[in-house]
C-alpha cells in the first residue's frame, strides 16, 4: 500500500473517514533505511535507493497527502538496535555488534535470526541519531518512534567492549547471570542515557516534534530487554507510550492494561495500547478486537492497531464489516487527552529475579509470540 500512490490515497482516505488521528509508517527496517538517506549512503549499508511504485519519495508524499487531513505522521524506526545477520549493516560492521557470555552474536526472536548492535558504543549510537536527525530535519513530520527493539536483550553485552566500560565504570567482572540485577540496571541506565541524548538532539532541530515508544509491558521489557520504559516517562523523556499488548485473550489482556505503571503513565502523557487486529497467517476475529478496544477506552486509554492490511484486508470477516465496526467504535473524531487519574500509587521499578544462569535455549519469540513483518528491499 505505501508504495504506490493511488492506494496510499485511498489508505488515508479510509483512515479520515473511520476517524483515525494518527499513522506511524515504517522508515527503519532490516538494517535498510525505506526512505532516501545520506547516512545510510555514507555507511555503504544501503545498496538501493527505495522509492515508491512511481519513483517518488513516499515518506514526502505522505506527508503531503495527510497534511490538513488530522492525521499525525510518526515515521516508525521498527529495528531499532536489531538488524538480520546478513544484511550490510551487520557485515560490514561486525565490531558494533554485542555478543552472549558464550561469544554468540545471533538471537532468535519474533523476526527470525538478527543481530544486535551494541547500544553502549558511540559509533551505533551516532549512526542512529544521525539517521533519526535526517527524517527530523528533512520532512514535515510529527514525531517518531521505536517500539522494543530500542533495547537489548538481556542475555548480550558480553562483547569485549562492554565488558572493559563495566569494568572500568565499576572495578566489577559482568557477573555471569544476566538477570544479576546491578548488571541489568548498569545496562539499562545506558540505553535511557541514549535515549535522554537523542531526546535533546531532536529538540534542538524541533522542539515540537513527540517522541513516541511501543514497548512490551514493563516487567518483561526491563527484566528482559534493558529497556527502563517507566524510567524514561518520569525523566519526561516519552511524550506518547503505546505498550503492545497483543494477549490471546480478554483476561490476560485487562491484566496487562490494569498494571500500575500503565495508571501512572497516563497521568503524565498521552497513554494508549496496541491491540493486534490480525497476522498473514493467524487472523483475529472482530467481536475479540471490539472487546478490547472498549476495555481499553473504558479505562481512559488510546488504542493503536497493528497493523494496517488486517484491519480489513487479511480478515476473518468481508472488509466492509470491518469498516463497519470500526467506524461504530470510533463514531467521532479523537484528540489527544490527559485523563484525570486520582490516587493511583507511584510503581517502583522492578528488581530483576536474581537466577542461576539460564541454560542456553533459544528465547521466546516474544511475550505473544508476535511476528514482526520484515521489509526485503527492491529485487530481492
Known amino acids: 500500500m505505501l508504495m504506490d500512490r493511488d492506494k496510499r490515497q485511498q489508505a488515508i482516505e479510509q483512515l479520515v473517514n473511520l476517524n483515525f488521528n494518527a499513522i506511524y509508517p515504517v522508515v527503519w527496517n532490516s538494517g535498510y533505511a525505506l526512505y532516501p538517506s545520506a547516512i545510510a549512503q555514507r555507511e555503504g549499508i544501503q545498496p538501493f535507493v527505495p522509492t515508491g511504485a512511481q519513483g517518488q ?3 514526502a508524499e505522505l506527508v503531503e497527502q495527510t497534511r490538513g487531513r488530522g492525521l499525525l505522521v510518526i515515521p516508525w524506526f521498527e529495528f531499532g538496535f536489531m538488524a ?6 551487520a557485515l560490514k560492521h561486525q565490531d558494533w555488534l554485542t555478543q552472549k557470555r558464550d561469544g554468540g552474536t545471533t538471537w532468535v526472536g ?7 548492535l551494541n547500544p553502549f558504543r558511540p559509533e551505533v549510537q551516532n549512526f542512529l541519531r544521525e539517521l533519526v536527525l535526517e527524517v527530523v530535519g528533512q520532512y514535515d513530520i510529527n514525531g517518531i518512534q521505536f517500539d522494543d527493539h530500542l533495547s537489548l536483550p538481556n542475555e548480550f553485552g558480553y562483547d569485549p567492549y562492554t565488558i572493559a566500560l563495566y569494568q572500568q565504570e565499576t572495578e566489577k567482572t559482568p557477573p555471569a547471570n544476566p538477570r544479576d540485577p546491578e548488571w ?4 539499562a541506565d545506558k540505553i535511557t542515557a541514549f535515549l535522554a541524548n537523542l531526546k535533546e538532539s531532536i529538540q534542538a532541530i524541533k522542539p515540537n516534534i513527540l517522541l513516541s515508544i511501543a514497548p512490551n509491558p514493563y516487567e518483561f521489557a526491563y527484566n528482559g530487554h534493558l529497556q527502563d520504559w517507566l524510567g524514561w516517562v518520569r525523566q519526561g523523556l516519552v511524550d506518547e507510550l503505546i505498550v503492545q499488548v497483543y494477549r490471546p485473550d480478554l483476561p490476560s489482556f485487562l491484566k496487562q492494561i490494569e498494571r500500575p505503571e500503565i495508571q501512572e503513565t497516563q497521568q503524565t502523557i498521552p497513554t494508549g495500547v496496541g491491540v493486534l487486529t490480525g497476522l498473514r497467517n493467524r487472523p483475529i476475529a472482530l467481536p475479540f478486537i471490539e472487546e478490547k478496544v472498549l476495555a481499553a477506552r473504558q479505562r481512559g486509554l488510546g488504542v493503536i492497531f497493528f497493523f494496517y492490511e488486517s484491519l480489513w484486508q487479511q480478515a476473518l470477516e468481508p472488509p466492509e464489516t470491518r469498516k463497519a465496526a470500526i467506524q461504530a467504535m470510533f463514531s467521532q473524531p479523537i484528540t489527544p487527552r490527559l485523563p484525570v487519574l486520582e490516587n493511583i500509587p507511584l510503581v517502583s521499578t522492578p528488581e530483576p529475579v536474581d537466577q542461576p544462569e539460564p541454560t542456553p535455549t533459544p528465547p521466546p519469540l516474544a511475550p505473544d509470540g ?6 526485503p528491499p527492491p529485487g530481492s
Open 57 to 59: 519519495d513516499i515518506l
Open 184 to 187: 541489568t540496571k548498569w545496562r
Open 110 to 116: 519474533a523476526a527470525g535470526e538478527v543481530v544486535w
Open 370 to 375: 508476535i511476528e514482526i513483518p520484515v521489509i
Open 84 to 89: 538480520p545477520p546478513t544484511s550490510e549493516l
